[in-house]
Structure formats: structure tokens, C-alpha cells
């Protein structure tokens, strides 16, 4: 049996391998490109919406992804409960049309004290993917430990990224509310950690198929000498593992010139595949298209928020991370994101929504 397997993986090693060697699969001929169309009047949760009061979540949200199923929009989301970027939980919320939304549950809970010894002291979710094989949904995220002063890191910074994979509890895709058990690590810093990653990594994780293997982005960052944020990609021959950095060379990937993050990839109904991800740029948001999961075009952004409808404050931050960008029956996307806005002298990242189309 053991024999067997190791053929396998070695034969689906040698598959990717090529694949890197060879040019990109044919694109489609192309040139349009993806606008916001129409959008949501300010945000579709802010920090006076009644669960947000309910849960006291003091400064919002980030990072997550939002699933379409028949009935309606689940949004596992990270909520930023007391200081941002610090004091986190995995959250899980549901809406019939992408812009009520209602808090079920917390799906997974950091570990208080922020410390070089607590591998937990941040969760960020990733991804939530349903396994045929398990019958069962996947949840994926990111759990870091603070840097240490003592070795000559920075103490409020993340370091370590190890990747859980948690699986539902409950079998089949009604499943999706959870309950989630943790099952394994199944991406850290290793002996296959590769030169460009640097010590945040692994920063993210988001796995989607194409054709027979599955694949995953996965981000880094490097604190001191202060990097860029580039992404790799990894691959696996099922989606519970295990799962293997592609080679140093074709990682990273050079989408974007300096940031992106937190990538999400879909199918699209023309077989072509959509990534979305944060990016640079004031009130924008990043994608890119691939004819087969595997080359990537170059970065291009778009604005989520128009001139008269500009509740997220400017800079390169603080339009954060798209959570979905879902293929509707008309051909638009519709696009949920997080951005900062200002209320009251506080800021609070609250989530917005948008519909985006081809031009």
C-alpha cells in the first residue's frame, strides 16, 4: 500500500513539475475587464448593527470568505473583537441576499495572551471548502505566534504561520454551520520552507481545484529586512493532503509588484479561473484570471466604492480583503469585502458589498 502511494504522489509530482516547464495554458481571447457596477450605500455591516453590538465586537472585521448554497450567503469572517488585528475569533454568519446578515456563532476562538510561546494567539481564517471525499466542509486558517524580543524579533509582529485544517462535524453540506474539529497542520515553516517566504509565512491558504489536483495559494512576508508580501502556490492530490510547495522558481508567483493577499479563486462559468485579493490602492481591490489554475495574469485592480459613496477612508490598507467574488445566474459577481471607516473618531473595519461585471 505504502508502495502504491508513493507512486502516486511521485507520478502527481512529476505532473505539476511539468506543468511549471511548460507555457501558460491558452487564454482566452479577452479584453475586457472587471468594474463595479453597482454597490451598497455604505456598509452592509457596520459598528452599530445589532449583533456586532450583541457580540462586542469593538473594531469589525477581516480576512473570511462568503459561500453561496440555495439558501442564501454564509460568511465565516474574522472578527476583530477588542484591538484590531490582535483580538480575534472565527465567525459565522448567514444572509438571503448578500446584505442582511445575521451572526449565527463563533466557529473557532484564539487563546488571550499574545506571546512568543502561544501558537494560537491569533486565528485568521482562509477558506471554507466542502470535500467530497470526507462529505464534509473544510475550514482553513492561519494561526501565528508573537515575535520574540529576546531572538531579535518584533514583538508585535506575527511570526510562524501554521495552516489547520478543521472539518465539520456534521456530514454532508448542511453541514456548514459547524460544528468544527481541528484535524492537522497541514502547511508550516519546515525544511521545505523556501527563501522568499520569510518569518511570517505561511501567512494564508486558500485551496481550489483544477482538473485533478488540488492547489492552494499561500502568502509570506518578511519582517526584518522588511519584504515585500509575495504569494506561492502549493499542491496536494486530495484536499485533505498532503500538501507540497511547488518549486522554488515558479514560487513566487509575481502577480502583483508588492502586495497581495488573503486570495480567494473560483471557476468561472467559461472554465477559466478568477483569483481576487487585497491589494494596493484607495477604495480597490485586486484580481487576476487564469485559463488553467496555474499561470496567472498580472494584477489588475478595481474600485469597490464610487466617488459619491466613499465611506472607506484612503490609504493603501485600509480597503482590506474581498471575501468572495460569487458568479451570479446574470453573469455580475457579486463582491463582499472589509474596510476601515472612521465613526466617531474610532476606526471600525466594517463589510461592505458590490457587484461587479465585464466591460
Known amino acids: ?46 459598528p452599530e448593527h445589532k449583533d456586532v453590538l450583541a457580540s462586542a465586537n469593538r473594531s469589525g ?78 475550514l482553513f486558517y492561519v494561526a501565528y505566534r508573537a515575535g520574540d524580543s529576546t ?12 495552516i489547520w485544517r478543521a472539518r465539520s462535524v456534521v456530514k454532508g453540506r448542511k453541514g456548514i454551520a459547524g460544528p468544527y474539529a481541528d484535524m492537522e497542520i497541514v502547511l508550516q515553516p519546515d525544511s521545505a520552507t523556501q527563501s522568499w517566504e520569510g518569518q511570517q509565512a505561511v501567512a494564508s491558504f486558500f485551496p481550489y481545484r483544477a482538473g485533478h489536483t488540488w492547489y492552494a495559494m499561500y502568502d509570506g512576508h518578511n519582517h526584518l529586512p522588511k ?35 488573503n486570495e480567494i479563486v473560483s471557476r468561472l462559468r467559461d472554465g477559466r479561473y478568477l483569483m481576487i485579493f487585497d491589494s494596493f490602492g484607495d477604495q480597490e481591490i485586486g ?21 459619491g459613496n466613499k465611506w472607506a477612508e484612503p490609504g493603501d490598507h485600509y480597503t482590506r480583503t474581498p471575501l468572495c467574488a460569487i458568479e451570479e445566474k446574470d453573469g455580475r459577481f ?6 476601515m471607516m472612521n465613526v466617531k473618531q474610532k476606526h471600525f473595519y466594517a463589510v461592505g458589498s458590490c457587484t461587479l461585471a465585464w466591460k
Open 151 to 162: 531572538k531579535g524579533e518584533i514583538a508585535g509582529n506575527d511570526y510562524a504561520g501554521r
Open 334 to 339: 457579486t463582491v463582499i469585502y472589509t474596510a
Open 1 to 46: 500500500m505504502n508502495k502504491r502511494k508513493n507512486e502516486r504522489w511521485g507520478w502527481l509530482l512529476g505532473v505539476v513539475l511539468l506543468m511549471t516547464l511548460l507555457p501558460a495554458a491558452a487564454q482566452r481571447n479577452d479584453d475586457r475587464v472587471l468594474i463595479c457596477v453597482a454597490e451598497h450605500k455604505g456598509p452592509v455591516i457596520g
Open 227 to 261: 519584504s515585500g508580501w509575495p504569494t506561492g502556490m502549493a499542491f496536494a492530490p486530495r484536499l485533505a493532503g498532503p500538501w507540497a510547495r511547488m518549486p522554488e522558481g515558479f514560487n513566487p508567483i509575481g502577480v502583483a509588484g508588492v502586495f497581495m493577499e
Open 61 to 138: 472585521f477581516e480576512t473570511g470568505q462568503v459561500i453561496k448554497l440555495d439558501d442564501g450567503y454564509h460568511m465565516f469572517v474574522n472578527e476583530m473583537f477588542d484591538r484590531p488585528h490582535r483580538d480575534l475569533r472565527i465567525a459565522y454568519w448567514t444572509s438571503p441576499d448578500a446584505v442582511h446578515w445575521k451572526r449565527q456563532s463563533t466557529i473557532v476562538q484564539s487563546i488571550p495572551g499574545r506571546t512568543p510561546d502561544n501558537p494560537r494567539s491569533e486565528v485568521w481564517v482562509n477558506a471554507v471548502v466542502y470535500n467530497e471525499e470526507e462529505e464534509a466542509w473544510n
Open 287 to 307: 484580481y487576476s484570471i487564469s485559463g488553467d489554475g496555474v499561470h496567472w495574469s498580472r494584477e489588475q485592480r478595481i474600485k469597490v466604492q464610487a466617488a
